[in-house]
């Protein structure tokens, strides 16, 4: 009976490591927005969410840019010399 029961445990144990391992990411955002909506009920507004979407779309688009150049190896500096150089161009498209 305690070796079933022992089984069982290592089983949901196993079950709940695959899915930290598989979607984390996915599990820490749905907890750092629980957290946000339970601190701020206001926070869930439509207008609220397409005002953080608004303010994060450009530095979005220029990450998945350079996430594309950097896939593609187009990258012509090397990274311990130019990302002091990178980190302002991107400022800058920002408006900083």
Same mark, same amino acid.
């Given at each position: ?14 079950? =709940?490591?695959? @899915?930290? /391992? *598989?979607? %984390? ?12 909506? #339970? +601190? ?8 609220? =969410?397409?005002? @953080?979407? /608004? *303010?994060? %779309? ?12 950097? #896939? +593609? ?16 161009? %991107? ?6």
């Amino acid at each position: 009976m305690i070796a079933v029961e022992s089984r069982a445990e290592n089983r949901a144990l196993e079950l =709940l490591k695959g @899915i930290w /391992r *598989n979607y %984390s990411v996915l599990v820490v955002f749905v907890g750092i927005i629980g957290i946000c909506a #339970i +601190a701020a009920p206001r926070f869930l507004r439509m207008d609220n =969410l397409l005002n @953080i979407l /608004r *303010n994060t %779309s450009t530095v979005g688009a220029i990450a998945l840019g350079m996430t594309f150049v950097i #896939i +593609a190896g187009a990258s012509t500096c090397p990274a311990d010399r130019c990302s002091p150089l990178r980190a302002r161009s %991107s400022s800058s498209c920002n408006g900083w």
